[in-house]
Structure formats: structure tokens, C-alpha cells
């Protein structure tokens, strides 16, 4: 709250200039107690109904310039400290001061000896690696954006889960209160490791959950592909790319799913649980076959269900693996219209 928001609630503290005049300009149609019975006639109160409608349009209008403006000065005002680690990194061409600070629309880069360190709104901090581009799209507290056009950054975020978020060119990284390191190709091939808690990765719709210990790639056009341990066997690498990534009619899918399958501990659920809802109807009845083997379907959860996709029964199966509840998740979707 400021002074300007004191004055409209008391008339305390210093009064805008727009408010002034607004009030100035409404003041003849201000009330002065008359009863109902002492209203002018029919034809009185039609003329005071074409004065004031076009009056309070007026007004109307006013506030909501007032509002915007107010709000763009904000979004202008919202920022950052940034310091260089080594070398030059530049803000928007300049290089980085003392005092050094980025704002929302502003642009990061370090070349290739060059590193910079993000303070995120006292909700985290950001490293950038050189030959990094990284923008600011919002840094407003309740939405911290940024958008990782190329590079390597590592993100450290105590911040409540939602509030930060890195978009890449092919997927969007949704910080549920973590450690992670995200890369982003010349292509705009991304991937990322968690280094402890929970990333999400989303694109048009296709999410993956990476936890910690986990890495997940994606690719531009793709979206996001299934998340696997580091310590996944061997062989899990190169067969999730082509499942996730390759073509449709790609001769390597079957052996790619066969190793996949055959390789499975029950800490690889994790991978085939994202694969449930992937590929075609007969890749994603060989996985629920498998996964049952590995960690059984929770009491109500149906084969039927899984293999017609119903989200609830994949949500069950997920908190069956021990892996936190999905439930965080979806309540976040909700609250902040993520579709």
C-alpha cells in the first residue's frame, strides 16, 4: 500500500494528482442528502442520466489509464541484483557495475569467459555459465519468469513451488522448490538434472515429473521426453530418444521398448509411468504389464483405466511409487490456470 492508496480508503497521506482531479470533476453530482421525494421530475433526472453516464465513462476511463500506467511502473521498476563471476557479462550491451541490477525485458549474456549470478528476488539464485543467453520476463514475487534462450544456468529456488519458472524453446521448467541445472542447445534441444527436490517440465500439455537424481531432455517441436535416473541402465539413453523423439514408424521403436522394459528395476517405475501415457495403444499395454510387475496397481485402479489415459488412475498409480503425491501438482494447475 502507498500513500496514494491511504488517501482513497481515509483521505490520509498525500492525495494523487489524477484522484484530485477526478474528484474535482465529480463533485457537482456528489450526494447532499436529499430524500427520494425531493428528486426532480421525469424530465429532470433524464437530463441528469445524459449528463452523468457520459461523466462516469469519463471516470471510468481515467482509472483504468491510471491503473495501467500504475502497473507498467511497476513491472518496469521490478528487478534484480546481478554480479559478474569472472570475466564480462553483459545487461542489455552494458556491463555489469557494482551495484549491478537486470530488469524484467532485459537480456543476460556471457561469452565464453564470462560467468553471472542471479539473486532471485530473495527466492533464490541463478548461475549462468558461459556463453549463456538468459532473459527476464517477469520479475514480479508472485510470477518469476525467465526464458533461457541458449546455454547452461544452475538454479538454486527455496521459493513456494510455481512462483519460478525458466522457459526454453521447447519447454517450459516449472520449479516446485528445488536445485537443478538446465542446458539449452544451439538448436534449442534442452535438458535438465535435478539436483534435489522436483522439477516439472511442460509443453502443450505433455508433462514430465523429474525428481531428484532424475534427467530429462526435449526437444524443440517435441516438448518434454521421459525422465530416467542417471543411474538407469545401460542403454536406457538412447532408447527413450528414440521412443520419445523418433518417428512413429521408426524400425527402432520395438527393440528401443523392449530393452526399456526388460532392463526395469522398481525404481525405473519412474520412467515407465510417463510411458503409460506415450506412444500407441499396444506399446502402452506392454508398459502397464510390465509396471504391474514391478509396483502393482493401488485397489481401484484398472487396466481399462490406465490404457483409456484417465488421470486420476495414473495420479493413484503415481502416489503408489513413492515418489510424492501428484496431488501438488494438479492443485497448482488449478490455482493458476495452467490447462
Known amino acids: 500500500m502507498t500513500e496514494h492508496d491511504d488517501y482513497l480508503w481515509d483521505r490520509s497521506g498525500d492525495a494523487d494528482p489524477d484522484v484530485v482531479r477526478?474528484?474535482?470533476?465529480?463533485?457537482?453530482?456528489?450526494?447532499?442528502?436529499?430524500?427520494?421525494?425531493?428528486?426532480?421530475?421525469?424530465?429532470?433526472?433524464?437530463?441528469?442520466?445524459?449528463?452523468?453516464?457520459?461523466?462516469?465513462t469519463a471516470a471510468a476511463s481515467i482509472a483504468l489509464v491510471i491503473a495501467g500506467?500504475?502497473?507498467?511502473?511497476?513491472?518496469?521498476?521490478?528487478?534484480?541484483?546481478?554480479?559478474?563471476?569472472?570475466?564480462?557479462?553483459?545487461?542489455?550491451?552494458?556491463r555489469i557495475g557494482a551495484d549491478g541490477s537486470i530488469r524484467a525485458g532485459e537480456a543476460l549474456e556471457t561469452?565464453?569467459?564470462?560467468?553471472?549470478?542471479?539473486?532471485?528476488?530473495?527466492?533464490?539464485?541463478?548461475?549462468?555459465?558461459?556463453?549463456?543467453?538468459?532473459?527476464?520476463?517477469?520479475?514480479?514475487?508472485?510470477?518469476?519468469?525467465?526464458?533461457?534462450?541458449?546455454?547452461?544456468?544452475?538454479?538454486?529456488?527455496?521459493?513456494p513451488p510455481g512462483r519460478f519458472a525458466v522457459s526454453t524453446p521447447s519447454a517450459t521448467a516449472i520449479d516446485l522448490g528445488c536445485a537443478y541445472?538446465?542446458?539449452?542447445?544451439?538448436?534449442?534441444?534442452?535438458?535438465?538434472?535435478?539436483?534435489?527436490?522436483?522439477?516439472?517440465?511442460?509443453?502443450?500439455?505433455?508433462e514430465s515429473f523429474i525428481p531428484e537424481g532424475a534427467?530429462?531432455?526435449?526437444?524443440?517441436?517435441?516438448g518434454p521426453g521421459t525422465p530416467r535416473y542417471l543411474d538407469a541402465p545401460e542403454g536406457y539413453e538412447a532408447a527413450l530418444a528414440t521412443l520419445d523423439f523418433g518417428a512413429p514408424d521408426d524400425p527402432g521403436r520395438a527393440a528401443a521398448l523392449d530393452l526399456v522394459l526388460r532392463e526395469a528395476r522398481s525404481r525405473d517405475a519412474l520412467t515407465l509411468w510417463h510411458?503409460?501415457?506415450?506412444?500407441?495403444?499396444?506399446?502402452?499395454?506392454?508398459?502397464?504389464?510390465?509396471?504391474?510387475?514391478?509396483?502393482?496397481?493401488?485397489?481401484g485402479v484398472t487396466r481399462a483405466a490406465i490404457l483409456r489415459?484417465?488421470?486420476?488412475?495414473?495420479?493413484?498409480?503415481?502416489?503408489?511409487l513413492g515418489l510424492d503425491t501428484a496431488d501438488w501438482w494438479r492443485v497448482w494447475k488449478t490455482r493458476w490456470g495452467r490447462k
Do not use: K
Not at 44 to 54: E, G, K, Q
Not at 215 to 222: D, E, F, K, L
Not at 309 to 320: E, S, V, Y
Open 181 to 206: 541445472t538446465l542446458d539449452v542447445d544451439p538448436a534449442g534441444h534442452g535438458l535438465v538434472q535435478v539436483i534435489s527436490g522436483w522439477v516439472a517440465f511442460e509443453d502443450a500439455g505433455r
Open 111 to 159: 561469452d565464453a569467459d564470462s560467468r553471472a549470478r542471479l539473486d532471485v528476488g530473495g527466492f533464490g539464485t541463478v548461475e549462468i555459465e558461459p556463453d549463456t543467453r538468459l532473459r527476464i520476463v517477469s520479475a514480479r514475487d508472485e510470477a518469476q519468469r525467465l526464458a533461457l534462450d541458449r546455454g547452461r544456468i544452475h538454479a538454486l529456488i527455496w521459493a
Open 215 to 222: 534427467i530429462c531432455a526435449t526437444r524443440r517441436g517435441r
Open 275 to 299: 510411458l503409460l501415457s506415450r506412444g500407441s495403444p499396444d506399446e502402452r499395454a506392454r508398459v502397464y504389464d510390465r509396471m504391474a510387475a514391478l509396483v502393482p496397481p493401488p485397489v
Open 22 to 56: 477526478l474528484e474535482q470533476l465529480l463533485a457537482p453530482l456528489a450526494h447532499r442528502g436529499e430524500r427520494l421525494r425531493d428528486l426532480p421530475d421525469r424530465a429532470v433526472r433524464r437530463s441528469v442520466v445524459r449528463v452523468v453516464i457520459p461523466l462516469l
Open 69 to 94: 500506467a500504475d502497473f507498467a511502473a511497476r513491472q518496469r521498476g521490478a528487478g534484480w541484483a546481478v554480479e559478474a563471476l569472472d570475466g564480462a557479462p553483459l545487461v542489455d550491451g552494458r
Open 309 to 320: 489415459r484417465d488421470q486420476p488412475a495414473l495420479d493413484a498409480w503415481w502416489n503408489a
